[in-house]
């Protein structure tokens, strides 16, 4: 099981950009699919992005980020960022981010069920 710190939230004007930071107690190997979710008060838990961390590094985005937000990995840094730019109201919430080795099927759909490890969340506001 691997530990996952968040870290890089705060509170930003709308427009305004963040990026967090996930680092990984483990080296994150080609194996492990990862992904920053969030949840707002009151909402369910939604994906935001998600990342194979094999050579093909296949990402995918919520509807709602894509185009402002960019999920990347830095293997040396066993880190994974999400860049938030063009930041909404709506963009408010709890982030987290989530590992989980072999992940199998469209995990992206399934928000989050495949993914065993997650961290302990940093907040984001955005104040219009």
């Known amino acids: 099981q691997v530990q996952l710190h968040e870290s890089g939230g705060g509170s930003v004007q709308a427009g305004g950009s963040l990026r967090l930071s996930c680092t990984s107690s483990e080296y994150i190997d080609s194996t492990y699919c990862l992904g920053w979710f969030r949840q707002a008060p009151g909402k369910e838990r939604e994906v935001v992005a998600t990342?194979?961390?094999?050579?093909?590094?296949?990402?995918r985005y919520a509807e709602s980020v894509k185009g402002r937000f960019t999920i990347s990995q830095d293997n040396a840094k066993n880190t994974l960022y999400l860049q938030m730019n063009s930041l909404k109201p709506e963009d408010s919430a709890m982030y987290y981010c989530?590992?989980?080795?072999?992940?199998?099927?469209?995990?992206?759909?399934?928000?989050?069920?495949?993914?065993?490890?997650w961290g302990q969340g940093t907040q984001v506001t955005v104040s219009s």
């Open positions: 990342r194979d961390s094999d050579t093909a590094g296949t990402t």
């Open positions: 989530a590992a989980e080795r072999n992940c199998v099927g469209d995990y992206f759909l399934q928000n989050g069920a495949v993914f065993g490890d």
